[in-house]
């Protein structure tokens, strides 16, 4: 069992930075493979970026060079590094885990774990 608590969420403007955190208490075997998804009201849930347990990081295009998703083991904590906002990157943003499988690959129902979300606003 692992418990996530996402943070860093806000409101900016177009081209700013915000900084997400998600702390992992518990299983550390739990977090093995973890990543961030966003979801919009009336939209399914969508991945933005995860990292594998060798460090291995993905992004979806959209987000491919703005965004920067690391790890600190030792913290047991998460960040997703968010710069150059857009308006369309709003949304509720979720940290996820998983012991076993990628999240880069696995089915977004079959993730284990997910943290409770932080709102994320970029006005225009």
């Known amino acids: 069992q692992v418990q996530l608590v996402d943070s860093g969420g806000g409101s900016v403007q177009t081209g700013g930075s915000l900084r997400l955190s998600c702390t992992a208490s518990?299983?550390?075997?739990?977090?093995?493979?973890m990543g961030w998804f966003r979801q919009v009201p009336g939209k399914e849930r969508e991945k933005v970026a995860t990292i594998d347990r060798d460090g291995r990081t993905d992004y979806i295009d959209s987000v491919r060079g703005r965004f920067t998703i690391s790890k600190d083991n030792a913290k047991s904590t998460l960040f997703l590094q968010m710069n150059s906002l857009k308006p369309e990157d709003t949304g509720m943003y979720y940290c996820a885990a998983d012991p076993l499988v990628s999240l880069w690959v696995i089915k977004t129902s079959r993730i284990g774990y997910w943290g409770q979300g932080t709102q994320v606003t970029v006005s225009s």
């Open positions: 518990g299983n550390a075997f739990s977090t093995n493979y």
